[in-house]
T-cell receptor, first 114, second 111 residues
Framework: KAGVTQTPRYLIKTRGQQVTLSCSPI?????VSWYQQTPGQGLQFLFE???????NKGNFPGRFSGRQFSNSRSEMNVSTLELGDSALYLC?????????????FGSGTRLTVV | GENVEQHPSTLSVQEGDSAVIKCTYS??????FPWYKQELGKGPQLIID?????GEKKDQRIAVTLNKTAKHFSLHITETQPEDSAVYFC??????????FGKGTRLSVIA
């Protein structure tokens, strides 16, 4: 059974550019959540999608956006990149939040903004 | 919102000794209590979880205990091995709110 797949694994971008990250959940999982991980702030929740609808959003500026497709794959976009956006971006999928079966994380996309 | 604190932030133990990490939360409505392990270059991986109607759960060398009255739960690792070295996160869950992670505990097992 394939796990959560995130692409690309590594990315280097310049300040002011935009970036799109992709997440393919485990087959059958309909809930996808995104987290930003930095040494200083730890794991911070970005947003959650279920059946193409955003169910929850963390405390991040509007430059951070996401979407989910009908096959449950999700993308997140960061526009006008800042140096502080350098982080590991993690995607997690689950059958549904309410099942409390635990979330399965991908290995993340390491974004470096220079 | 949920306020989660983990202690200690770093922990070094000799191989074969036990390790205990404590997680304190603020939301009394929390009803699911997982622990995640993150190894270098990987995402967090669920290693054990417990629901609010159970006080303790064990899976081989790892166990989780829950004290709902005091609002804390702990991860116990016995007979530690070098491969247990990683960062451990607690993430108590309340109903339909997103997972809120603790800051993490870096465990080093010294051979």
């Amino acid at each position: 059974k394939a796990g959560v797949t995130q692409t690309p694994r590594y990315l280097i971008k310049t300040r002011g550019q935009q970036v799109t990250l992709s997440c393919s959940p485990i087959s059958g999982h309909r809930s996808v959540s995104w987290y930003q991980q930095t040494p200083g702030q730890g794991l911070q929740f970005l947003f959650e999608y279920f059946s193409e609808t955003q169910r929850n959003k963390g405390n991040f500026p509007g430059r951070f956006s996401g979407r989910q497709f009908s096959n449950s794959r999700s993308e997140m976009n960061v526009s006008t990149l800042e140096l502080g956006d350098s982080a590991l971006y993690l995607c997690a999928s689950s059958l549904d939040r309410g099942t409390m079966r635990g979330y399965t994380f991908g290995s993340g996309t390491r974004l470096t903004v220079v | 919102g949920e306020n989660v604190e983990q202690h200690p932030s770093t922990l070094s133990v000799q191989e074969g000794d036990s390790a205990v990490i404590k997680c304190t939360y603020s939301d009394s409505a929390s009803n699911y209590f997982p622990w995640y392990k993150q190894e270098l270059g990987k995402g967090p991986q669920l290693i054990i979880d417990i629901r609010s109607n159970v006080g303790e759960k064990k899976d081989q060398r790892i166990a989780v205990t829950l004290n709902k009255t005091a609002k804390h739960f702990s991860l116990h690792i016995t007979e530690t091995q070098p491969e247990d070295s990683a960062v451990y996160f607690c993430a108590p869950l309340s109903g339909n709110t997103p997972l809120v992670f603790g800051k993490g505990t870096r465990l080093s097992v010294i051979a």
